[in-house]
């Protein structure tokens, strides 16, 4: 099992919690984005830069993840490709993507790009806070100790 996380957008404090997990459980965690990102040095951590262009960090990880690889990304369309190669998408809020949600995100999202298209101000997301690292981190942890029950390698 591999961690990947969509890093240009991924918040810093999001980036610590897997620091940490990856040396706290020895799962490898890779973060891929189109800028260099400093991380700490450790076997189980790297960073992969990738060129500038649209997309171009999610094809990345499409293009190497295996099944059951776990990725960390708020981008929704992302998560409908991990989703199909047998991935498990976590936003950075703590909540995971699935098969079953995922149609009506995309729609709401499609939706919400229209609207602003059309200049109505839509607000945008709300700050990120301390019960959204704290979902995070409760949701990941879950996750990890369900596998290690089922005698999953991580």
């Known amino acids: 099992m591999h961690i990947w996380v969509d890093a240009d957008a991924c918040p810093s404090v999001i980036k ?13 965690v890779t973060l891929v984005a189109n800028q260099l990102i400093r ?20 094809a990345e990880i ?3 993840l295996s099944a059951g690889d776990i990725v960390i990304t708020g981008d929704i369309p992302l998560a409908s490709l991990v ?11 703590g909540e995971w993507y699935t098969k079953d949600t995922i149609a009506q995100q995309l729609t709401m999202r499609a939706f919400m790009e229209e609207l602003r298209g059309a200049g109505v101000d839509t607000g945008g997301p709300s700050a990120f806070n301390q ?9 990941l942890d879950r996750e990890l100790a369900r596998r290690r029950a ?5």
């Open 39 to 58: 991380v700490p040095g450790s076997r189980f951590i790297k960073a992969l830069q990738v060129p500038s262009g649209a997309d171009a960090a999610d």
């Open 16 to 28: 610590d919690i897997l620091f940490r997990v990856a040396e706290r459980t020895q799962i490898n």
């Open 62 to 64: 499409v293009e190497r």
């Open 150 to 154: 089922r005698g999953e390698s991580t």
């Open 83 to 93: 989703l199909e190669k047998g991935g498990m998408p976590l936003n950075p809020r």
């Open 131 to 139: 019960g959204d690292r704290q979902n995070f981190a409760n949701a």
